[in-house]
């Protein structure tokens, strides 16, 4: 299955549902930053949430920031979803290992360890808002469902998966997200937690061949399906050498001028994509004439 989105809504009960297969583009994430199962697991689960929420924004300029910030040895994980559910994403350390759990499954909660989540909401105008929640477990999909409950009062059950292979390729990733909106009766939520219940493990119903469309029957079992879209996703870093140039002005001459100094120019890598941009000193001398202009700009 291509990496896909689809969204979808109950025409006889107040619930909405999202679901991501996203195999592809954990894959290449981990394929950019070289990580080891544990770490595809944790940064392939923030970048199938971050897509999905992502997709739920109005503003074609809109994107959300997760940011999983605990003590164990993964670090901070970071993923981005644009509004139009395209993802990227870096975590601090992806060569972090643990061994695996009693039931076989990797660790991630143990490798995310304790701390918190901070959601940040950009829609492309004024401040973008920020939400903050304790980690629950660190196994990242109840983490965000406690973040929707706390921070958005949104009824929420959300669940997250990525299944490595021996040979440390991503054999199957994605999630899917339900959400009860205002008028949602206790025969509906009943309904759907034991439909959640006997449906399992996301990448398990991806194993057997299950479609997204599919995997929504199964957890919306009994409800009226209105299917809203099914759009293509991809991870897709958005920095350029403008980008970067921007950045760097924005540090001020000071910081400019030191790195000029650097012997052979400058090497400035992406955090999520980890294309290199070098810059020779000349082309610094420009930055600095540039960030001289912003100076007497601002006084």
């Known amino acids: 299955m291509s990496d896909t989105l689809i ?3 109950c025409r006889n009960a107040e619930i909405k ?3 991501v297969c996203t195999t592809e583009l954990v894959e290449r994430a981990r394929q950019i930053h070289r990580t080891l199962p544990l770490a595809t ?3 392939g689960r923030t970048l199938s949430a971050a897509s999905m929420m992502g997709r739920e924004l109005k503003d074609d300029n809109g994107s959300v920031t997760l940011q999983i910030k605990g ?3 993964l670090g901070t994980i970071t993923a981005v979803g644009d509004c139009d559910g395209c993802v990227r994403g870096y975590l601090q350390n992806p ?5 695996l759990k009693p039931n076989g499954h990797l660790d991630v909660g143990s490798g995310v360890g304790a701390g918190y989540l901070m959601v940040i909401k950009d829609i492309g105008v ?13 196994e990242i999909a109840e983490d965000i469902t406690r973040y929707f409950a706390e921070s958005e009062q949104i009824p929420s059950a959300v669940a997250l998966g990525v299944l490595v ?8 990733a994605g999630g899917y997200m339900v959400q009860l909106m205002p008028g949602a009766t206790d025969e509906d939520i009943t309904r759907l937690e034991q439909n959640i219940a006997a449906a399992g493990a996301f990448t398990t119903m991806l194993e057997k061949g299950m479609s997204l469309e599919d995997i929504a029957r199964t957890v919306l079992d009994g409800f009226e399906l209105e299917f809203l879209e099914s759009t293509p996703i991809a991870y897709r870093c958005g920095c350029s050498h403008a980008k970067v140039t921007r950045a760097l002005i924005s540090l001020g001459r000071e910081e400019l001028s030191r790195l000029r100094d650097e012997e052979d120019g400058i090497e400035v ?3 999520f994509c980890d294309k290199i941009y070098k810059l020779s000193k000349e082309d610094i001398d420009v930055l600095l004439i540039a960030a001289s202009g912003d100076s007497e700009t601002a006084e």
């Open 165 to 172: 292979d021996t040979d440390q390729h991503v054999k199957q």
């Open 17 to 19: 549902f999202t679901a």
């Open 41 to 43: 697991a944790a940064l």
């Open 71 to 73: 003590n164990g040895p």
């Open 7 to 9: 969204r979808v809504i």
């Open 126 to 138: 004024g401040e973008p808002f920020t939400g903050t929640t304790a980690l629950h477990n660190g």
């Open 95 to 99: 060569a972090a290992e643990l061994p």
């Open 269 to 271: 890598t992406c955090q």
